[in-house]
């Protein structure tokens, strides 16, 4: 299996930067608090595919409406490789959840991006699924597949 990435978290600066403009009213406890315990995504089991993003800190996803997951991950990606960042199937079976640009691209430089390549997904609920959706802290929420690609001639 090809070793070809490395997940990471932002700096606390760049993490606290990019949850105030989410939450504008957090408080630096908490800010800190959500930032020592943010999990690195990882593979479920031996077979998965994808890695498992988690919420750094609970959600509620109010029907008709989207937000923004700062999730305090950069990934160190090596060239001709990109992640693309998926919906959890569970999420959209059972409440509709899905990500606002159907699948994100990670591209390998973003990492030395202005941002530090942070990772962010944004979530929508415009389902009639499950109306509100309270989602918990360290739930998974999407997964990342790393994809090799190609280009032209």
Request: net charge negative; proline share 4%; charged share 25%.
């Amino acid at each position: 299996m090809n070793k070809i990435a490395k997940f990471e978290k932002v700096s606390f600066e760049q993490f606290k930067t990019d949850w105030l403009k989410v939450f504008p009213d957090a408080v630096d406890w908490l800010i800190e608090s959500i930032y020592k315990n943010i999990k690195l995504p990882m593979r479920s089991t031996a077979g998965s595919a994808g890695y498992d993003f988690y919420l750094p800190n609970e959600i509620d996803l109010i029907e008709g409406k989207s937000m923004v997951i700062p999730t305090g991950i950069r990934c160190k990606i090596d060239d001709g490789w990109m992640l693309a960042a998926f919906p959890r199937s569970g999420h959209g079976f059972k409440y509709g959840i899905h990500l606002a640009n159907t699948v994100g691209i990670i591209d390998a430089d973003y990492y030395n991006a202005d941002n530090e390549g942070h990772i962010q997904i944004k979530l929508v609920n415009d389902s009639k699924l499950a109306k509100d959706i309270e989602l918990k802290s360290g739930t998974a929420f999407c997964q990342g597949i790393f994809i090799p690609f190609g280009i032209t001639v």
